[in-house]
Every structure is written in C-alpha cells, then in structure tokens.
C-alpha cells in the first residue's frame, strides 16, 4: 500500500504529464471506482484542462479549469498510467481520461478499492473525506498533538494511524517514527509528554521528507511511467526488521501486533516506560529452561516461573478449597494434593481444560503484579505456555529452547521422573508456532556451557 511519500511521489509524476492536457473523453470502466454518477462527472469534466495536482494526506488532488477538482485516492494498489488516447483499456483499468492531444491517463486498480470523485475548488477541503482529516506534520505543533493524546486512549502506534489526528503516516513510517524517537510503540498516547510529541514531530518531518526524496519506498509503478523504483526501503531502521539485531544497540528487533497491525520496534533503545524489560522463555519440558533461567538470575534478572507459582499455589488453603469442590476430595491425600492423581486428572480433557483454567489466571495474576510492582528492571518469565497467552505480547525477547527428544528423556530419567508421563503430556507444546514467535531459538541438546555462550551472545547484561 502507497503512504505519504509514495502519494507525493506520484503527484510529482503526474505533475510532469497532466497538466495543461484538455479532456476530450472519459471512459468508466469501473462505475463503483467513480463516487460521482458517472453521467454528471463526464458532463463536469469534458472539455476542462488538467492544472498542477497537489496532495493531501494520501489524497492526490486534481485541479482543474473552471474550479473543478478530483479527488483521487489509490488505496492498495491504484496506479496511474499515461497511454494513448482511445487505446483499448488494459485489464483492471477503472477509468481513462483521454486527451485532445492524442495521449490518455489511465487509472488502474487490481483490487478496485481505489477511488476518484468530482468536487470544486471551493467544497473538497469542508466535505468529506477531506475535511475530517487531520494536519500534517509539518502543519502541527508538539501542543496541539499532546492535547489530541490526551483525548483518546490506546498505545501511540495506534494513535500515529489515526488520520484525523495526525496526517500522513502509514504502518511503515509510523514504525520508523517510534524508532527514531526511542517511544515504545505500546505507551499509552495520553501518557506522552510535550517533549516527546516534539520529537515525534521533528522525526516524522525527517523521515517522510527523506522518504519523498528517495521516492518512497513500495513505489514500484504508482506512476505514469514504468521501471522506477523508491530507494527508501534502504534508510528503514524498523519496519521490516523484526528478527534482525537493531541497527542502534543490536538487540534483536521484536515484532507484535497492535490495533491489528503489524509493529517492529526494539525493546532496548525503546523501552516501554515504568515497565521491565521481560524476556520469556519457553520450550517443552526437558529442553533446559531452567538453566536459562537460572543462568539470567546470575546475571540479574528476576525469575518469574510459573512451575514455581503452581508449586506454591497447590499449597494454599485457598487454592485446595476451589479444588476440593472442584474435584473431590479423591485429589488429596493428608490433606495435600496427591501428584499422581492431579496427573491422571489431566488425562481427561474436560477436566484438563477445568484445572488449567483456574491454576493459568491465578498465574498470571501473580506474574503480572510481580511485572507491575516496580521492584525489577529486568524479569525473566518461564512460561511453558508463554505462546498464544498475554506474556506473549508482553514479552521484549522470547527465548525459545529446544533440544531433541532422546536428550529430553535423558534429562528427565536424571530427575527421577517417568519421562513417558510427562513427554506424552508435553507434546501438546506448539512447536512450530513458538518457532515463529520467537526472538531466537536456542539449542539445549548440549552442555550447559554451549548454551550459556548462546545467551552471551543477546547481550542481555
Ligand atoms: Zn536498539
């Protein structure tokens, strides 16, 4: 999808071909394409000459003799194209202007979600979709965005796409933006201050001026000639750089979703203010999340477990009653909980589901006042579930370990534990999509120094 610096682009394209073209003829291809009848937009604009075109927003603006206007916007994948006049239109052509001077413009759109509709020089900035935009960076004051924070709730990512708010970033800049601003994209907009709405400014100036000079960066053919291409995606610093190392401190870059939208930013130069810094570890049973655990409490990091927390909440009275009404007394034996029977109740689902239920939530609460106390500045949570749960989103590094089967059941024949039990149990762990949540995968087959070294290398201390 086209943002700012690739509509601006265009509009300069377009500034080098439509002006002073006479329309001799329009031809509609697409009749949902037009918001204006299409009867009423060929009787308006026949026989008037195209002017210089501007921009708003990502709306190019034709002007035209006698104060008519167009409004066009290309959504995902509108391009414009010069051509002959009269020529047969091209597969997914939505309209041609053609000209008295024998060549046409071409509006093409593959996904027909872009748009063009009459209006006058002296209505399309009151009407709509015009006039419920927002100012543009260069327009508004680090006030003025601080005190339109303030009105809405949600993280500042969300609050950079909103056009009404503030004009001209797309996903890819508002990335970029948080970036270079060191703002975590998940920090509540109302909690910004002035200054850093100054620097959100100062940044998005910057970069949507260096991108209109490079020619965007998703440019491919927005425009009327083929073969050009935008050279930004080369100064881009986060947007498409999850998984890689930070081109500031070389943490590796992490990729969430927020409002729906795909977020990358780094979790060390743009931490998320009065929260730690979390890194999750998971993996299936065996794989050696203790010694990752254990190893990080060395070097600082508050260890959060929730093996640990289950542990303890099995043992308070709280926690037995619910389960006692639950599922019997059978569960206890002198009064404790009985392990092997707490076991076989995970065999059956209904009751598995029932168990995990309760004891998950009772986690997390404990997890998140821990995360929320303002006690640490780095945590460690160890998570078997961690993929698909809240800590997921939570987390600035998933540490994922793996180690192959045979190395597992070692491991737990060691600790005196029937490895058939618990690896059957285990396979239930979502492997693949915990592969692709993670930060980075780690290989706990071998000896607690190779890992160890693994961990050095995030350059966590
Ligand atoms: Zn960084």
């Known amino acids: 999808m086209p943002e ?11 500034n080098g071909f439509v002006p002073k073209k006479t329309i001799k003829d329009i031809r509609i291809f697409h009749e949902k394409s037009v918001l204006t009848p299409a009867s009423a937009f060929k009787a308006a604009l026949i026989g008037e000459t195209f002017l210089p075109c501007t921009r708003i927003g990502k709306f190019i603006i034709f002007h035209l003799t006698n104060e008519k206007v167009v409004i066009s916007h290309l959504r995902m ?6 051509g002959e006049a009269g020529q047969k239109p091209e597969k997914h052509d939505t309209l041609i202007y053609d000209f008295t001077d024998g060549t046409s413009l071409r509006f093409n759109d593959v996904r027909k979600f872009g748009i063009v509709e009459l209006k006058s ?18 327009d508004l004051e680090a006030k003025d965005l601080n005190e339109a924070f303030k009105r809405i709730s949600g993280p500042v990512k969300n609050a950079l796409l909103d056009q009404t708010i503030i004009l001209g970033l797309g996903n890819i800049y508002a990335d970029e933006v948080l970036f270079a601003s060191k703002i975590n994209p998940k920090t509540p907009a109302k909690t910004l201050s002035i200054e850093e709405c100054s620097r959100i400014l100062e940044e998005s100036r910057r970069i949507l001026s260096e991108a209109i000079k490079q020619g965007g960066s998703t440019i491919r053919s927005y425009h009327p000639k083929e073969g050009m291409s935008g050279n930004m995606q080369n100064e881009l610093h986060a947007y498409g750089h999850e998984g890689m190392k930070c081109d500031r401190c070389g943490m590796i870059m992490r990729k969430i979703t927020l409002g729906g939208r795909g977020t990358t930013y780094c979790p060390k130069c743009q931490p998320l203010k009065g929260k730690p810094f979390i890194v999750g570890v998971t993996g299936p049973i065996g794989s050696g999340k203790s010694s990752v655990s254990a190893y990080l409490k060395d070097k600082g990091f508050k260890v ?8 303890s909440l099995y043992k308070e009275d709280e926690v037995k009653d619910h389960l006692r009404k639950k599922f ?14 707490l076991l076989s109740l995970l065999t059956s689902p209904k009751s598995k589901k029932a168990l995990e239920e309760y004891i998950h939530s009772k986690v997390y609460e404990r997890m998140y ?11 460690v949570v160890d998570v078997p579930l961690l993929i698909g749960g809240p800590l997921e989103k939570d987390s600035d590094l998933i540490v994922l370990i793996t180690a192959s089967k045979e190395v597992r059941e070692q491991r737990l024949i060691k600790r005196n534990v029937d490895p058939k039990k618990y690896l059957d149990l285990n396979d239930s762990f979502p492997l693949r999509k915990a592969k692709k949540a993670a930060s980075i995968t780690l290989d706990g087959s071998g000896s607690l120094k190779d890992l160890y070294k693994q961990l050095d290398h995030l350059d966590l201390f």
Not at 77 to 82: L, T
Not at 304 to 311: C, K
Not at 328 to 341: A, P, Q, R, T, V
């Open 4 to 14: 700012l610096p690739e509509v601006e682009t265009v509009v300069r394209i377009l």
């Open 77 to 82: 994948e509108g391009k414009y194209f010069e």
């Open 121 to 138: 020089e002296s209505d399309y900035k009151t009407t709509l979709p015009i006039s419920k935009l927002g100012k543009e960076p260069w």
């Open 304 to 311: 959060l477990s929730a093996d640990d927390i289950v542990h």
């Open 328 to 341: 019997g007394e059978k569960l206890f034996k002198d009064g404790e909980i009985n392990k092997s029977e």
């Open 369 to 379: 006042s821990e995360i929320d106390s303002g006690k640490y500045k780095k945590v």
